[in-house]
């Protein structure tokens, strides 16, 4: 899936251009930003966030009135407590009739607003919401509550990409594939193998077959 990178900053001009936009952590929350955020998916965004965001200022001081802070009303859920986890245990979350695992936090969510899609299985906050999700106007907020797995992560964020109808390549593993489009129209696709081996990806774009060298990168 093409990525790029931008601040948080920016305007609304510039989120629109595209489908999902994902602030993992955005624990500083700078003024307007939750404004953008909030317009960005009343107008059909998709905004995938979590655990931690919105507790800081632009002064990186805690906010008052709850977490996540100014992105409370947009991600309909208020995070009662965030619940540490120790750096070798982890706790399971249930989503879509399967177990996964979660690590680093555990924010103890009540929704306001917002429906549960995947729960904690296990300490006393066991059957809680671990993933939230919540439609404001034409978009919807995804709040993800844990370190998820990589496992985790796809259950979660995958429905969500494919029902915003982002492009996606299925690469193998450690391949990444990255699409930009110059000012005059133009497309470069720039395959990169971070495997520490040969890869040979069959029917790859266009068709045709590729084999990489270990960490080689193309741009086509």
Not at 46 to 71: A, K, R
Not at 102 to 122: D, F, K, M, N, R
Not at 129 to 147: D, K, M, S, W, Y
Not at 186 to 206: E, M, S, Y
Request: charged share 20%.
């Amino acid at each position: 899936m093409p990525v790029d990178m931008v601040e948080s900053t920016v305007d609304l001009a510039t989120l629109k251009q595209y489908r999902a936009v994902v602030a993992p952590t955005l624990i500083m929350v700078k003024p307007g930003v939750a404004q953008t955020l909030t317009q960005y998916v009343r107008e059909g965004g998709t905004l995938i966030t979590g655990y931690m965001s919105g507790i800081h200022n632009e002064f990186d001081l805690v906010v008052e009135g709850g977490y996540p802070g100014p992105l409370r009303e947009l991600c309909g859920v208020w995070v009662e407590e965030i619940d540490a986890i120790a750096p070798d245990a982890h706790i399971d979350v249930t989503i879509g009739g399967r177990t996964v695992r979660g690590s680093i936090v555990a924010s103890i969510i009540e929704p306001e607003g917002a429906q549960t899609i995947a729960t904690y299985g296990g300490d006393f906050y066991a059957g809680t919401p671990a993933a939230p999700v919540h439609t404001v106007g034409e978009g919807r907020v995804v709040f993800i509550g844990t370190a998820l797995d990589a496992e985790g992560m796809s259950a979660v964020i995958d429905p969500v990409i494919d029902a915003c109808g982002a492009e996606t390549v299925d690469s193998p593993e450690g391949v990444e594939v990255m699409r930009r489009t110059a000012d005059d129209g133009t497309v470069f696709t720039t395959v990169i193998n971070t495997a520490g081996r040969p890869v040979h990806w069959p029917h790859a774009l266009g068709g045709e077959s590729l084999d990489l060298a270990p960490f080689e990168t193309r741009i086509m």
